[in-house]
């Protein structure tokens, strides 16, 4: 017998696809298929630079908790989503499987432009990403939702501006190894990749 899958999708769309909801609207998630399933745990594993996990209530339902329902309310917000089937046991090893898991996104676009933001350790689980005060979402994030292209103004080495603001983002277009975006902290433009300072 196969294993259990925690595959699901949002609002009847596409199984395992991240999902573009509107404000305020609610949201349903349902397991692909239960067979095999005999208990399903949900739970908000990333967020977005702003959100913690816990601040949206989850509302599970059905035989095996196959079903859960909350509500996203503000714009420029991201969340990974987790189910988790039969407390992560694979039945055909009876041991601990991330098979057993999956992690699908839902996000609210940005008020202006209606973009999508990035959730913490979306990309890379490096402190440099989701560090709450300087990583990369936050910096990212901030850029989408002020701009809403997300567009950063771009300069080679030569042409940097003066960092004298921090928090001020920028795109080097000739930075070691290619374009970087590239944040100001008052004295120096670092890059987002590494907090080296732009050279």
Do not use: H
Request: proline content about 5%; aromatic content about 6%; some cysteine.
């Amino acid at each position: 017998m196969a294993d259990p899958s925690p595959s699901f999708a949002y609002n009847g769309g596409t199984v395992n696809e991240k999902e573009s909801i509107t404000a305020g609207a609610d949201v349903v998630a349902e397991l692909d298929s239960i067979d095999g399933v005999t208990s399903c745990i949900w739970s908000f594993v990333r967020t977005d630079d702003t959100t913690d996990v816990g601040d949206i209530a989850l509302a599970p339902e059905g035989s095996v908790n196959q079903i859960v329902r909350f509500t996203l309310v503000t714009p420029g917000k991201s969340y990974s989503l987790q189910a988790e089937v039969n407390n992560g046991i694979a039945p055909s090893t009876g041991a601990d499987s991330d098979l057993m898991r999956q992690v699908v996104k839902c996000y609210v676009p940005t008020a202006i432009g209606g973009k999508e933001v990035a959730s913490d350790g979306e990309q890379d689980e490096s402190i440099l990403e989701s560090d709450p005060s300087s990583g990369v979402c936050l910096l990212i994030n901030d850029a989408i939702r002020t701009a809403g292209d997300g567009q950063l103004a771009s300069y080679t080495v030569s042409t940097l501006p003066s960092a004298t603001v921090a928090g001020k983002n920028i795109l080097v277009t000739d930075e070691t190894g290619g374009a970087v975006p590239c944040f100001s902290d008052g004295t120096n433009w670092r890059r987002y990749t590494d907090r080296a300072v732009a050279s």
